[in-house]
T-cell receptor
């Protein structure tokens, strides 16, 4: 396992189309995160999973966004009816969290999926 | 008010210089603190955790002041390879246990 993998790396789509991103975390990591980053800003939290349970969702995650992690391994992030404001880098990260704080906060990020909505 | 505030810079320093970055966080209940580094068009990577007693890793020193809700990163003897964006990161704990809040980052360029 060489790290966190994301696919596709780049996606260009027209406004109104649906897009889906996939993330494969480090295999032994039980936590998986989605962040969004735009130019000149730090990553913004979207959601995170512990195993297959989605434990937190940001208010940034509108009804058009949905994330799943059905078997506690890979995750998908779907954006429906894309808007130009959705253009960003979507970053996935994973961590190993066995206790409340132990190890859970050391995130390993994937290279990201860059979305451009025309 | 943002959870984490950072001066975006840019900081432009010559090789060998010492440079310091600062960061403030808004929630006094925050529990864990980190500095991540992000190279241009790359993903963020953990640089170091920040402990209450302060900690050092080679040329890098991190300090935490809980009373002032302030975090700092000092880089001594800057190298060209230190050029990157440095992200201040805070975990609030409690009901948002899993969420890390990132600052917007401070851009550093080290020139020869």
């Amino acid at each position: 396992d060489t790290g966190v993998s994301q696919d596709p790396r780049h996606k260009i789509t027209k406004r109104g189309q649906n897009v889906t991103f996939r993330c494969d975390p480090i295999s032994e990591h039980n936590r998986l995160y989605w962040y969004r980053q735009t130019l000149g800003q730090g990553p913004e939290f979207l959601t995170y999973f512990q195993n297959e349970a989605q434990l937190e969702k940001s208010r940034l995650l509108s009804d058009r966004f949905s994330a799943e992690r059905p078997k506690g391994s890979f995750s998908t992030l779907e954006i429906q009816r894309t808007e130009q404001g959705d253009s960003a880098m979507y970053l996935c990260a994973s961590s190993l969290g066995t206790g409340i704080l132990s190890g859970a906060n050391v995130l390993t990020f994937g290279a990201g999926s860059r979305l451009t909505v025309l | 008010r943002k959870e984490v505030e950072q001066d975006p810079g840019p900081f432009n320093v010559p090789e060998g210089a010492t440079v310091a970055f600062n960061c403030t966080y808004s929630n006094s209940a925050s529990q864990s603190f980190f500095w991540y580094r992000q190279d241009c068009r790359k993903e963020p990577k953990l640089l170091m955790s920040v402990y209450s007693s302060g900690n050092e890793d080679g040329r890098f020193t991190a300090q935490l002041n809980r009373a002032s809700q302030y975090i700092s990163l000092l880089i001594r003897d800057s190298k060209l390879s230190d050029s990157a964006t440095y992200l201040c990161v805070v975990n609030r704990g409690g009901s948002t246990l899993g969420r890390l809040y990132f600052g917007r980052g401070t851009q550093l360029t080290v020139w020869p």
